[in-house]
Structures are given as C-alpha cells and as structure tokens.
C-alpha cells in the first residue's frame, strides 16, 4: 500500500519509459527549425524533413550565393505542394562575422605551442603559419593574452577541425598567437570569434543589405533572423531596412551571439519579434558553467514576453552519426523543459549526413519532455507575472486555457486574423495543440486587391503549440454565427482527419463575435 502511494507521487512512471512512443499527425508542440544547404537541397530530402517534423526552413547567407538559395527555395516549393505541409523561411544573415581566407582549399595543419599570425592581407596564401582574415581592424581589438577561436562553420571548440589561439603581441595590423591545440582546418570557411571583443561592424552589413533587397524581397521572407545582434537599436534599423523593400510583415529574430547581446538583452526583446540563442559563439564568449544559466534565464524572459525562443547546437554529433550522443538527448529534452519554442538545427542538416533521421529524432525527445511538463506551475507563473488588470484579450486567452486544461479538451481552436490571439493562448502553453484557423482579410492599395492571412499562418509554425490552417476568405474572423459555425465544421474536420479530434472529445473554440470575445466548450457527438 505504501509503494503504490509512492507510484501514484511520481511525476514519471518507471513503465513508461519502456511503453514506445505513440506517433501522431503532430511530432511534437515543439517545433524544428532546419538549415538547407549541401546536403538537404533535393526534393526527396526536404520532403523527408517536412515529413519528419521540420515546420521552418533556414537560409543561411554565410555560405552559398543567391542562386544557390533560389533553387533550394524552388525544391523546398515542391516539397511543400508534394506533402501538403506549411514551412516558413527564414533568411539568416551573415553579419559582421570574421573568416579565415583560404583561397586554396587545402587542409592547413596548425600545430600546438607553435607561433601563427593573422593578418588582414588577403591576397597572401593560408599556411600553417599564417592565416588571412576578413577584416583589418582585428590588431585594434585585442591585446597579449586575448582568446581567439577559430573553427568550421558553427563550432564547440573540441573538436579537430577547430583551434583556440591566444594573443602573444600586436605587429602593426597583424596579430601573432600561440596555437593551443593542435587542428586540421580544411575547407574554404572558417570562422573566427574573438572571447569579449566588441568587434566594430555594422551587424548589417552591405552584402546583408544586398541579399534582403534581392532574394529576401523577391521570395516574402517570413522571418529575419539578424545574426550578431548587439543592441536594441540593431533589430530597429534592420525593421526600418526592410520595409522599404515592402518586407513590413516580416518578423525579425535576433540572434544572440556574444556577451554583448546578452548585456542589452532585455531591451533586444522589448524590439524583436523573437530570440534565438545561438549557443555555438556564446558558449566561447561565456565560461561553460554559466551557458545553461543563460539559456534557462533567457528562455524564461522570452516565455513572459510572450514571444518565440529558439535554441540552436543540440545535436552536434549527428552532423556524422545517425544517433546523438545521451548528453545531447538530454540537452533537447533540457531546451524543452526551459520552455524553447523551437529548436534550431544548422550544420546537423545543412552538410549532416542524416538530416532526415535528426529531425525526426529531434521531435521524438521533444515529444517526450513535453510529457513532463510542468503546465501547472508554467501557467501560474505566467498569470501571476502578466498582474491585474489583464487587459481584454490576454484575459480570455488565459482562461481559455484554463478552461481546456480543466474538461480536458482534446484541442484549442482559435480564429484569427492577426494571429495575435493564437500566440497568446499558445504563450500559456496549453497540453494540448492549439488549432489556429487564420481568417484571411482583404485588402487594397486601390490598385488591385490583395488577400493578408498566408504571413500570419506560416509565422505561428515557429511557435511552440500552435498549429495553423487558412480558412476560406468568404468568412470573416468577425462575422455572422452562421458563418462562424460552418468555418469551424471545417476546422474539427480537419482535427479529426489528423487524429487529433476523436467521437466524445471535447473542444474549446475561442472566436470574435461583433466586439465581444467569446470562448466555449463543444462536445463532440459520435
């Protein structure tokens, strides 16, 4: 009688973990953000990642042109009419980011306890004792004693192909450093990242400016993500950038990289759509014991703000394995708990031999810690931290969570326009999926008629819990009952021919009528 008292305390059965998990029309409430390049770029592949959970395409700028990007862009179009799923673009900036210039490609060997000096003259040859760099003013940043990495791509600073440096003395524009461990850097791109340097360059730069202006504006991109984000007025010259390329719906991610970013972090979120922590550079930047500190702290912020938190380097190893190691397991289902909105996957698909199996891995653990969830205590402290008086829109977004959790309804349907609403309710982090059926509008600029909803549908897959459709824009958000009830006979259709709605389930819809909101709770018949 005691041990089953103890049983029932549990917050995890022990069987449970032996019982396999259940699939389902939605992986996880987590969502995945995948990087398509070398090897994620064909139809068949990203078909796959769509398949396996990913709900966000990265386009990162740091490598490849333009065309290189426009085609995958075309695949990625095929992929999604072929699965009939939605996937968002995001357009990921290169930023002030220091390179090692390697004209020839051939594998620089850097021994330990041996002198290299870089310098800024780029038409010199990468050797193991000098290395070119991007950018001129490095011998004006760091003194004797400063930390230098250098690595492929995203790096941990531990494995072969990356080596930390430490500033011996300042030569007029070059800067001599002590290799400390001994690496094999192969490739044409190697990042450079000084530890606590303010490096002076726009955090848009001039071929950012010129990649948004052409392939971003060309292709509507749904979401910016401004890499190096330092200050709160970075994400407001990149807004004020874009819009004159007619990209005023586009949400700005920043991507927090250095100590810099974490200083003005609270002013950075007041200005960004969302967050995105970019663990790679900032685990270099910060001692290893305070990274998690940043994480959980920063995560925990962009949960009240009510706004997307990202979090990116998960799975590291399985950029050349098909199975993470336990530490990285543990690492997602972590990101989870935290209450991450998403998690982001660059190098593990962008040249990662298994791309398709580490996003379905992804979702699985995600799917799993999202069991052990503590929804109760995260819906108490977010009530208590938004205060009194709520306003009109937050106040019935909570209680319509509230009042899902309490019937246990199976599914939260919300019809909107904006999507406002459906990230509000999603900001409370309902048990259960929250069906956004977004209501298109119609708009003119007394030119030609234009309908608004495709932007609000695609924006809501970046946020953990939501799950969107685009209803028939013959019916408004706001409109007759009659019309209401047939976009929502539409909706359960939906949710049942996903298996998220079964016969004696119960719903709580959340809708506009007139100026009034209103929430209800519907019991399905058979």
């Not at 095929?78 to 996937?87: P, R």
């Not at 620089?108 to 041996?114: F, G, N, R, S």
């Not at 790679?280 to 009510?306: H, R, S, T, W």
């Not at 019935?396 to 309710?425: D, E």
Request: glycine residues 6%; proline residues 4%; contains cysteine.
């Amino acid at each position: 009688m005691h041990s089953n008292h103890l049983l029932l305390e549990e917050p995890i059965r022990m069987a449970s973990i032996l019982e396999p998990s259940k699939p389902s029309f939605f992986p996880a409430m987590t969502k995945i953000v995948g990087t398509l390049g070398p090897n994620s770029r064909s139809v068949e592949i990203i078909s796959g990642c769509l398949q396996a959970g990913m709900s966000v395409a990265r386009f990162d700028f740091s490598l490849g042109d333009t065309q290189f990007h426009q085609e995958t862009l075309e695949n990625l179009r095929t992929a999604v009419k072929n699965t009939k799923k939605l996937c968002a673009v995001m357009l990921d900036t290169g930023g002030p980011e220091l390179q090692v210039v390697n004209k020839t490609k051939h594998p620089i060997p850097l021994q330990a306890d041996t002198l290299v000096i870089l310098t800024p003259d780029q038409e010199k040859e990468a050797t193991s004792n000098l290395l070119p760099i991007n950018f001129s003013g490095l011998s004006k940043a760091v003194k004797k004693g400063d930390t230098i990495f250098i690595g492929q791509y995203l790096f941990t600073g531990n494995e072969t192909t990356s080596v930390w440096l430490e500033v011996s003395e300042v030569n007029g524009d070059d800067v001599v450093c002590l290799i400390k461990n001994s690496a094999t850097l192969s490739g044409s791109l190697y990042t450079l990242h000084v530890s606590q340097i303010r490096i002076d360059l726009p955090t848009l730069t001039d071929k950012d400016k010129e990649v948004i202006r052409t392939w971003g504006a060309r292709n509507n991109i749904d979401f910016l993500s401004l890499s190096y984000t330092r200050h709160a007025e970075d994400i407001r010259h990149a807004r004020e950038f874009i819009s004159k390329f007619g990209l005023h719906q586009t949400q700005i991610f920043a991507k927090i990289e250095n100590v810099e970013g974490l200083t003005h972090f609270d002013e950075i979120l007041k200005e960004a759509d969302g967050i995105i922590l970019s663990r790679g550079n900032l685990g270099i930047d910060l001692p290893p014991e305070k990274v998690f500190l940043f994480q959980k702290a920063a995560v925990y912020k962009c949960n009240m703000a009510g706004k997307a938190a990202v979090v990116t380097r998960v799975v590291d190893s399985m950029t050349d394995n098909l199975r993470p190691t336990r530490a990285e397991a543990t690492d997602v289902a972590n990101a989870v708990l935290d209450g991450s909105d998403a998690i982001l996957l660059g190098a593990e698909t962008l040249r990662g031999l298994y791309p398709v199996e580490t996003i379905s891995i992804v979702g699985k653990i995600s799917a799993e810690a999202e069991k052990v969830f503590n929804h109760d205590l995260y819906y108490k402290n977010t009530v208590k931290y938004v205060g009194e008086p709520m306003t009109h829109l937050e106040s019935i977004a909570s209680s319509a969570v509230r009042a899902a959790i309490k019937v246990k309804a199976s599914v939260i349907i919300c019809f909107t326009s904006s999507g406002r609403a459906a990230r509000l309710i999603a900001k409370y982090r309902p048990t259960m999926p929250v069906l956004s059926v977004v209501i298109p509008r119609l708009q003119t600029n007394q030119l030609c008629w234009t309908f608004t909803g495709a932007f609000e549908a695609r924006q809501s897959l970046i946020v953990r819990g939501l799950f969107p459709m685009l209803a028939d824009p013959r019916h408004p958000a706001e409109s007759t009952n009659a019309a209401n009830e047939s976009i929502l006979k539409v909706a359960l259709d939906h949710g049942k021919a996903s298996g998220v709605i079964k016969p004696h389930d119960r719903v709580v819809v959340f809708q506009k009528v007139g100026d009034a909101s209103l929430v209800k709770i519907i019991e399905l018949e058979d």
